[in-house]
């Protein structure tokens, strides 16, 4: 069975100041990773995703996370904040493997705010 | 204009009664899911659906029933069993097929029964 630990339920931050979002998770296989944005009374938006290849990967608003096999993470950072990226950001995982493919176990969110 | 919708946006109902929330995609995708989203809980799996006629239960189906007669349609019925119904609950549906897993997600619908 997977498991998704993120370890912050709140963190707030002044604008244009960096932040990091963190994610553990646990899993015997090879996972795939997603982080998704929610904002307030909508459904959620896909931020980024890893596959394979490249351990860092990066979404077109400036965000970026990174895989780290041996200390199973995939923190999320971006390195200057705006007012606009306050929402709820959740970080997942996806066993690709037989009938268990699609299926995401969710963390249980981190509530980003960015004070002016 | 490609997506999932989901209706009503807001529900209210009163206990002991059967509700069913609405979720279409017009994304041809094979597979759907319902998630239930309680503050501080995240998301969390109530059904899912990788083909029409066949669905299978998720960490807390007890209180809901699904059906998937349609390829394009999943609702999800809240039943009188389920003891803690309101909730924000998230429809979803991926291409599922290996290699493409990534989620698209519906606006929600909040339920509130009193």
């Known amino acids: 069975a997977q498991s998704v630990t993120q370890l912050d339920s709140q963190v707030p931050v002044f604008e244009e100041a960096p932040v990091e979002l963190r994610c553990n998770y646990s899993s015997s296989v090879s996972v795939y990773l997603f982080w998704y944005v929610q904002y307030p009374n909508q459904g959620l938006q896909l931020l980024l995703k890893?596959?394979?290849?490249?351990?860092l990967v990066e979404s077109i608003n400036g965000f970026e996370a990174e895989f780290n096999k041996s200390q199973t993470s995939f923190h999320l950072r971006k390195p200057s904040v705006h007012i606009s990226d306050t929402a709820e950001y959740f970080c997942a995982v996806s066993d690709p493997r037989g009938t268990s493919y699609g299926k995401l176990t969710f963390g249980q969110g981190t509530i980003l705010t960015v004070h002016p | 204009d490609g997506g999932i919708t989901q209706s009503p946006k807001y529900l209210f109902r009163k206990e002991g009664q059967n509700v069913t929330l609405s979720c279409e995609q017009n994304l041809n995708h094979d597979a759907m899911y319902w998630y239930r989203q309680d503050p501080g809980q995240g998301l969390r799996l109530i059904y899912y659906?990788?083909?029409?006629?066949?669905?299978q239960k998720g960490d807390i189906a007890e209180g809901y029933s699904v059906s998937r007669e349609k390829k394009e349609s999943f609702p999800l019925t809240v039943t009188s069993a389920q003891k803690n119904p309101t909730a924000f609950y998230l429809c979803?549906?991926?291409?599922?097929?290996?290699?493409?897993?990534?989620?698209?997600f519906g606006p929600g619908t909040r339920l509130t029964v009193t």
């Open positions: 890893y596959l394979s290849g490249s351990t």
């Open positions: 979803a549906s991926t291409k599922g097929q290996a290699g493409s897993y990534e989620q698209y």
């Open positions: 659906s990788q083909i029409v006629n066949d669905f």
